[in-house]
């Protein structure tokens, strides 16, 4: 024999011994098979092409392997067409294994019209019924399937792909009429129901895949003469009788699942409906996505003149869809949708659904024919290659976008088809497995390394679908205020007024004129924006207020006007432009930041940029910050609240971009208040020493309160705090407390004070006597009036204080002095415990502003911030001389505590920590989106959805933050009953006031 292995191993064959084998049992000369090496080479899986040829000798009559045989020597391209269908579909392979008359279709191949399938399925049912006529409509759709298959693997699949596709459309359709043909010689009373059969989806559109669900709406008529209940029943009969022809498995197999689920509310409507009833449907309850899917609609089968009623009724709908209230918000709810449904683990490999895949080209295509084929018909196609020839010869896209987008979906849909064609299994993923993937790659015409090869193709394919998306949608805007090259897109001004409102934009107009401003002319920075635009818009329209986000870069465009690092730093650095978009459009906080200072927007220039700097960074900024002014105390101090201002810049894009949790923010920003405090201490004790020119008689200290004191600090927080001081020995005592106070006031009035840059207010009541003592004390004075006057509230309080910034040696005597106060030894007794309780209620009752709703209130409300904090505190005063690990001035280090040694149940710890922390979680989230303080659930939604996008939540889930924040605060609040307040089970307070 002349066929060696190497000859096999170049040729593709993967196990050249058991191919020798399999040509030494072909019934073909074995002398010549050395020619049809080359057949076999082409073939996707020259392997299985050899097996089946084996296979399906093994079947034929010898009359046939000699008409075979015959083929092989004279007819190359027939011999072609059956070799590389066999080696490219395994279950195309059995049908032929099981009708080996077939293979005379495969070499004689040809793809047939509309009206030849529907007539030959048809002769292939006639008169059967039940299984028979299954089973011959499989045995013909198969027939058919395989002559579309060989003409596709042998031709040129990229190019004939609408040709391929729009047959398997047409044959699915002929499947469904020859299957209500079966249904009406099946279901008694048949005539009584005009059924016509709508086709949806890629079958309506004529672009269907080798193995789809075909989607359908069922709509039907009474005849003449018949009550519309009796039809309709008939027509559920022979709806559900479609379906059952088609997606039963018989001997013969099955043909693929007839899907109703686009049909009037779902799975929960009825399977029939009449014209009419649709129309009322569509009318008064459809969702726009519905109208999306009409998009295809045509019929496919049945009676055509109610088919044709029902286009008439729903198509002058669709075109109205885009004009519907909430239409941006139900198009990006959709794609959330289509998003969600996809499996974590199958991301990486979707052809179909995952980034840069076909249902990124279709959805675009359809969003833009929704939009402006409202006033241009020329864009009412079902199509998709035929919207974006339409799309382009309207100017709504530009001709080479077009053509790449073409060619990118025709190159995706024909990987899709030979996935799909290998067992003829209903999948949009790329297989994992090496042996499938070498097949497939060969199936593309991929030699060289086919396996790695067609990954690479696909992953670049995709990267350049993403890319084309945003040009197709953003670019063009660009069109109505910019002159751009022939290629492009020519939108009118009232076309991309339309887009814009179509994309979530609220001011379309006001978008346009913001792109004038910053597109017009021929400067190099207007240049840089039209290629950075069509990008940015993108990121804007996909937050929750692309106007702002639009907006606020511009504001920063014109205040750094042509500076050249800063469009420099959005075209070339990574990811700065994509990190500025959505912070602008997601946060007033921080456009108001940057509106104020323009430059600080070189923090999005790197990853590492966003890493929020120590303590000892942040005092070496701020010390350098006051040197730069020696002799201008007052420019020294806004230098100080100019350096804090970048720093907050920096945490509030760290936060938003999800690269820090609540406890990092929290000690950032504390952090920063602590070496704002400490610049500013060393500042004032400058200006006072300056000002009197002597030496400070005193040393003075920071104890940070509160949230400062815990760590927990957020972007709305005050800096609570107390001042205390320890003359010098020889320092006249007068002075000395003089001089404190001119320290302590020029610092709290200084960084307290409005200005450009945001204030840290410096807020000392919580000092002995409050407001009406004095600002600052000695040590011992501190020491005085804790031992003669103190409350138990100033206990409590002081559980949380903290050295910030000062002497550290008097830092420390002072928590020395405290420490057995808010740490006192054996606990405090019950009517200290009921003097807390008392207090807390009398808060509740008090101190919540007017107008707020206990509810939703996150500080003072049911559950919320305070609540968990006094349950905390009650135990620390309670527990803390014994259990050391509860000395901690925070809350969610001692809830953890509690739980481990049994002071609150592990679940009950749970749900105070979680109610805690999204109370905290939400306040931040209100600063961000609102760029002021809040301390309510916001009422509109617009703001919840602001604040829940922060939150990590989709765009749209808004309306879920006030039920999660109520069920979550709840749950808390009766753990704070039962532990603070020592509630029984049947209501009653103070059942064991000494816990």
Known sequence: MSVSRSLLARAGFTEPERALGMIAALKLPPDTFEAGIGSLSQAASPDHALLGLVRLGEVLSEGENTQLATLFAENKDAWNRLVVLLGASTAL???????????????????RDRDALYTRLAEAVGAATGTDGYDALRVAYYRELLQIAAVDLTGDAVEQFPEISE???????????????IARNTVEGADTCRLSVIGMGKCGGRELNYISDVDVIFVAEPADGVAEADAMEVGARLATEIMRACSVATGEGSLWQVDPALRPEGKQGPLVRTVDSHRAYYDRWAKTWEFQALLKARPIAGDEEVGAAYLSAIQPLVWRAADRDHFVEDVQAMRRRVEDHVPAAEVGRQLKLGPGGLRDIEFSMQLLQLVHGRTDERLRNRGTLAAMESLSRGGYIGRVDAHE????YRQLRVLEHRIQLSRMRRTHLIPNNPAELRALGRSMGLRVDPETEVVKQWRERAANVRRLHERIFYRPLLTAVANLSGDDARLTRENAEDRFAALGFRDAKGAVRHLEALTAGVSRRAAIQRTLLPVMLQWFSEEVDPDLGLLAFRKLSDA?????????????????AETLARALAGSRYVGQLLENAPSAVRVFGSHQALVPLTREQLLTVVRAAVDRQPDDDDAALLAVRSARRNELIRIAVADLTGALDLDAVERALTDLAAATLQGALELAIRHVEKASDTTLSTV????????????????SSDADVMFVHDPLSDADPQLAQSQAEEVVTFLSTGLSAAGPDPALVVDADLRPEGKAG??????????????????????????????????????RRFTELIDPLRWPEGGIDAAAVRSIRMLKARMEAERLPRGADIRTHFKLGRGGLSDVEWTVQLAQLQHAHEISELRHP???????????????????????RESWTLASRLRNASVLWRGRPVDSLPGSLADADGIARILGSPVGAGHELSERYLRVSRRAREVVEREFYGTDPDGDRDVDPTR
């Open 405 to 408: 987008l073409d060619q990118a």
């Open 774 to 811: 004095p600002i600052v004390r000695t040590l011992a004075s501190y020491a005085a009036y804790y031992e003669r006057w103190s409350e138990g509230w100033e206990a409590q309080a002081l559980l949380r204080a903290t050295p910030i910034a000062g002497d550290q040696d008097l830092a």
């Open 700 to 715: 003075i200290s920071i104890i940070g309160m509160g949230r400062l004191g815990g760590r927990e600090m957020g972007y």
């Open 890 to 912: 925070g809350t969610t280090t001692p809830l953890r505590v509690m739980a481990q040694h049994g002071l609150l149940d592990v679940r009950d710890a749970a749900k105070l």
């Open 560 to 576: 750094l006007g042509s500076t050249h690092w800063f469009l420099k730093m959005l075209r070339d650095e990574g990811r700065a």
């Open 167 to 181: 047959a398997l459309a047409e044959l699915a359709g002929a499947a469904v009429a020859a299957a209500l043909q």
């Open 93 to 111: 392979t059995d049908h032929l294994v099981r009708h080996p008359q077939h293979w005379h279709d495969v070499v004689d191949a040809r793809v």
